[in-house]
């Protein structure tokens, strides 16, 4: 898929967790560099495409390490030897280098601004690079992710909504699960937020102080 | 000859908002990519089209055929369906959420992992379709059949 930017998407559907793989890889003749978002599976398919465009792999970036999404993590590994980001320090017995809340980083010709985002689990972290949001479980189209407490389901909402819905303008909602959406359709069409809005007030003053 | 200038046509990386298509036939387009919210198309044809990563967020679709369309991974979140046809298609993982869907149908068409939550559908048929796994919370419902269809692991949550 190609995208704009000079970027090409490549989204891939792993029925193991059913959850959505990308690649997001430059576009040119030669010299092709990518990065892999969230391996939930590793198979031929996703290797096929990575090795037809010549990508030389840069960087994986997990969103959080629940094993649906790193399944297909040791078999990448395998294969191409890059490292890996996340916010936990070690995916699937791999260390990982450290993403911390509002790091912007350099990897390869990517820039990449980490936005820590909890709730669903402690190490959620949304990915933004260029117009895109890769936002795993914390954000999908109409829905947030599913949290263990009632404290977890505010401070996800509250962080959604302070860091993500305060980017200016439109962003690509590019979730780890279910059709892709934007920012503008989230603010408007999320249930979920819609909800936890109702209750906003009532509880945890503590994570109010905290964001 | 206009109508027929996209018929067949790859457009990728296309960001083209705020436009009106009347009458345009897109039968077998492929797009990749592409982005066409707050558009309006009326009695446009999309049969056999393909559409991939490509966004037509609060669009307005009145009288338009999708017939043996092949959509995924797309977002139609805030858009408007009048009188349109998906008859066949193949729907996978789009983003309806937010839609006013009206007079449309969907009749033998796979609706696979897609999402309807907080949209209004009325007056439309999705008889023989596969909504598995598809979201349909907070959906205003009215004279909707979903006759023949399997709903295995869909999830409907009507509005009171």
Request: proline share 2%; charged share 20%.
């Amino acid at each position: 898929m190609s995208w704009k930017n000079n970027m090409r998407l490549y989204f891939h559907y792993c029925l193991f967790g059913f959850t959505n793989c990308f690649v997001l890889g430059t576009e040119g003749s030669e010299g092709r560099e990518a990065l892999v978002i969230d391996p939930g599976c590793m198979d031929e398919k996703i290797v096929n495409f990575i090795e037809k465009n010549e990508y030389t792999i840069r960087g994986i970036l997990i969103t959080h390490d629940h094993v649906n999404h790193v399944h297909g993590l040791k078999t990448l590994r395998k294969i191409y030897d890059a490292p890996i980001y996340a916010v936990n320090h070690e995916i699937c017995e791999h260390r990982a280098t450290i993403v911390h809340d509002e790091d912007k980083l350099q990897i390869g010709p990517f820039s990449v601004h980490v936005l820590s985002v909890p709730g669903h689990s402690s190490d959620s972290a949304v990915y933004q690079i260029g117009h895109l949001l890769f936002t795993g479980d914390a954000l999908s189209a109409g829905l947030v992710g599913r949290t263990a407490s009632s404290y977890g389901t505010t401070i996800q909402a509250m962080a959604i909504r302070k860091k993500l819905f305060s980017l200016p303008g439109n962003y690509t909602v590019l979730p780890g699960h279910g059709p892709p959406s934007s920012l503008d359709a989230e603010r408007r069409f999320n249930f979920a937020l819609e909800e936890s809005e109702k209750v906003r007030n009532q509880r945890v003053p503590f994570a109010q102080d905290i964001w | 000859m206009v109508s027929e200038i996209f018929k067949g046509v790859v457009t990728k990386d296309l960001c083209a908002e705020n436009l009106r298509f009347q009458g345009i036939d897109f039968s077998h387009h492929r797009f990749f990519g592409c982005t066409f919210s707050h558009s309006v198309f009326s009695m446009c044809v999309f049969t056999e089209s393909f559409f991939r990563v490509s966004f037509f967020e609060f669009a307005e679709f009145i009288d338009c055929d999708f017939s043996k369309s092949d959509i995924q991974f797309s977002s139609f979140a805030g858009a408007s369906f009048a009188d349109c046809t998906f008859e066949g298609s193949e729907l996978v993982h789009v983003n309806f959420n937010g839609s006013t869907i009206s007079d449309c149908t969907f009749n033998n068409s796979n609706l696979y992992n897609s999402r309807f939550i907080s949209s209004r559908i009325e007056s439309s048929d999705l008889i023989d379709c596969n909504v598995k796994k598809a979201f349909f919370i907070k959906t205003r419902q009215e004279r909707v059949s979903f006759k023949s269809s399997n709903t295995a692991e869909a999830i409907f949550e009507l509005e009171e």
